[in-house]
């Protein structure tokens, strides 16, 4: 038998939350349902994980995620009531609004893939939310079906809420005088399967990073694959720098999507962010575009990346994608650093391959 978790039943804060059960848990720490009588309402509590109150790194990001999250108002984020620190035992908590549903990822595992009449209007919604966190200089850096909150409470359905601004990185423009860069360059934060070009080889991210990896979640939603098959985190980290994702409209057997979505993805999907939408609502409005009736794909030159990168290889049956980790990965400095080296030499072989075939061809 597990041991029984020591927050659960406990009261805390002088008294104002009982913590009820878990409700979810991750890399960091774990998020009870709590009781507020004095409000008469349920809230959600997330705990650092106590094991974790002597890591500063870790302490420092929790703080971070709360003092991001209470910044941002956007109805579809979700609301922190009050952050700090317990003065019973130390433990870092953010109180937040109870919400009633499942994330996206269990939504999906759950309901199977959703058509794209019903993707695309929560997508547009956490367009709405980022927007908001962009234009304050927040980075969210770990948008993944995990981190959507669906909603199906007080009359509402599939309302989404953005969760876990845990790795948010707020951009140096926006930090106070004196305040300290918490973020070293050259790391590599975030989930492998959503990570975007730029992020895999820990370079500094915009808001267009978050972007991409939009994009990589509505493709999951719409077919139940990501746009790469592979079989460690490892490998998606280097197919998101190096390859071309799947066409959406071959990554299902007998399934069609509209090619102005498949379009918007692509594009969305440019490994130059230059190459993507430049904002969320530019992406948003794109994605409202594409479901109506007279879409048109647009310009090929629109959707094509800026630099030409080596075609896809890809298996006849592809594997089906690794188990998600449960939290995200945090790798050594060097390892950006790897990748890019890589992806330059594989891109000079291939220039080299393709001169030395014209040659011994001409
Ligand atoms: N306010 C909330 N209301 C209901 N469930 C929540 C809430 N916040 C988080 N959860 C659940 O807990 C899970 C983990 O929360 P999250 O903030 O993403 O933590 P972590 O940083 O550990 O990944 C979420 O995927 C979601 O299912
Ligand atoms: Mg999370």
Redesign the pocket.
């Known amino acids: 038998m597990r041991p029984k978790d020591p927050f659960i039943g406990r009261t805390i804060l002088d008294g104002q939350f009982r913590i009820v059960q878990k ?7 774990s ?1 009870y349902k709590a009781d507020q009588p004095a409000m008469n309402r349920m809230v ?1 509590i ?1 705990i650092l994980h106590p094991k974790l109150v002597n890591r500063k790194d870790l302490t420092s990001r929790f703080r971070r995620e709360a003092r991001a999250m209470s910044q941002l108002n956007h109805p579809n984020t ?1 609301k922190v009531f009050m952050y700090g620190e317990l003065p019973e035992d130390g433990s870092l908590y953010i109180v ?4 009633e549903g ?2 996206l990822n ?1 939504t999906v595992r759950r309901g199977g893939p959703m058509p794209a009449e019903r993707a695309i209007p929560i997508l547009v919604a956490v367009c709405g939310a980022l927007e908001e966190a962009h234009s304050l200089g927040i980075v969210h850096r770990d948008m993944k079906p ?2 959507i ?1 669906i909603c199906q409470q007080a009359g509402l359905k599939d309302y989404p809420k953005v ?2 601004f ?1 790795l948010a990185k707020v951009t140096e423009a926006q930090m106070k005088p004196g305040s300290v860069i918490l973020t070293q360059e050259g790391m590599v934060f975030g989930t492998p399967e959503f990570m975007s070009p730029e992020q895999a080889q820990g370079k500094t991210l915009d808001a267009r990073s978050d972007i991409y990896s939009l994009a990589v979640i509505l493709y999951e939603v719409l077919t139940g694959k990501l746009p790469f098959s592979a079989r460690t985190p490892m490998e998606y980290i280097q197919k998101h720098v190096m390859e071309q994702p799947i066409p959406l409209n071959q990554r299902v057997e007998g399934k069609t999507f509209p090619a102005a979505l498949e379009a918007v993805i692509n594009r969305a999907l440019s490994k130059n962010a230059d190459d993507r939408y430049q904002t969320a609502g530019e992406f948003a409005d794109a994605l409202q575009h594409s479901l109506e009736p007279d879409a048109t794909a647009p310009p090929v030159s629109q959707v094509q990346p800026s630099t030409p990168e080596p075609a896809a290889v890809e298996p006849p049956t592809p594997a089906p994608p690794a188990a998600r980790p449960a ?1 995200p990965v945090q790798s050594a400095p060097g390892t950006g650093l790897l990748i890019g080296v890589a992806a330059g030499c594989l891109l000079v072989g291939v220039i080299l391959a393709v001169v030395i075939m014209r040659y011994v061809l001409s």
């Open positions: 409700i979810g848990t991750g890399g960091m720490g998020v959600a997330k979700t937040m609004e109870m919400l499942k994330n269990q995990e981190n909150f969760l876990d845990g939290e």
